[in-house]
């Protein structure tokens, strides 16, 4: 029996695990973590060997058919750097489409953008004739939708992070995109190139009978993009081409997609990520009324520029997912009037100088987390605290009715938080329980 070794043991690597269990596999499971009895007996259960509160020294002496990581964990670690002497590294999206050839993969990555993207796409897409899922780098992972429900003629919106990228080996999606390339996650990349070239494996497999969505506004793009296989569907808010804006209608291939005035969600950033949802999906054959149903409808994601709640006359916004500086940026811009800023977390080495051209729309700014004192080196005004509550409870003694309280951090929020969806729920929870 051909062994598979699987290292984490998060959603994703329980779920392939399983899969690869249900293949036929003798899998290995691995994690640094110790697991919870009850997950780690129904593994045990299943016949799939668990190695928990640490990496075994042995089982980088052994023969695997295959090898598959966990995105959350650096392949720049040493236990990964060893494997990949003998292995090639893979991840879980890849190893589970082997198994679901019919799916037909709507991938979206880039640096901001692919989660409003990807949860819009798969509304549009549940909303047509066929079996649809909405994955990978948010929600399900794509093992556990695989392993759940099999090989069928499904449409699947799925996000997909650089992380994953240098993991696959034979991904092809039927239409891709990167959503827009910027500074990010240079403490695990060695430097700039090396994160967006793992971007650009998103359409190495592609060919004629695919689309790859090319921003024609992102310089860094098109200048990555020349050559390609697979055919190109051009997209633009400032410029005519395939999919563009002229006098408030989205246009697509020259007819209405929808209006401007149709969507819910500020700001441009908004407009091209609708745009880019809208186009994928008429490509994966769903029609424009129901695209533009699907926009009218839809109110954003958690955790984006996203409203919480308005206390004594202050409205507070979670921002979460604002992880780096252009993140941040674009929350920034989306407000006409100066707002409090909360910001802080953990240290990409990306640097955060960016942002100073529009720290003109900070009114007040509270720092805090790891990169606080960074952070007050671009706003010496700012107000310096150590943790995300202490922030909060300053904001609200610093306002005055009609002010904006937006928390959009800039930094990652592994310091404080094991991910930015925690951080936000204990942000809102803390709005929530304001007097």
Known sequence: MSKVLIIGAARSGLAIARLMRKQGFEVILTDLKPLDSVVKKSLTDKGIEVNDGGHPEYLLDMDYELVIKNPGISHKSPFIRKLSEKHFIYNEIEIALRYAPHYQIGAITGTNGKTTVTTLLGEILAKGDRVSFTGGNIGLPISEIVEKNGDCDALVACEIAAFQLIGTEKFKPKCSVIMNLSPDHLDVFADLEEYYQAKTLIFKNMDVEDVFLLNMDDPEIVSRTTGLKCKVLTFSVDQPCDCYVKDGIVQLYGDPLFHLEDLQILGRHNVINAMVAGAMAFVLGIDRNTIRQVIREFKGVEHRIEFVKEVNGVKYYNDSKGTNTDATIIALKSFSE???LLA??????????????????????????????????????????????EALRLASQLSQPGDTVLFSPACASYDQFDNYEQRGKIFKDLVNNLE
């Open 344 to 389: 802080g977390g953990y240290d990409k080495h990306t640097g955060f100088e960016d942002l100073r051209p529009y720290l003109s729309n900070v009114a007040k700014m509270i720092v805090y987390g790891t990169t606080k004192f960074q952070l007050k080196e671009l706003y010496p005004a700012a107000f310096v605290v150590e943790t995300l509550g």
């Open 338 to 340: 100066p707002v409090i």
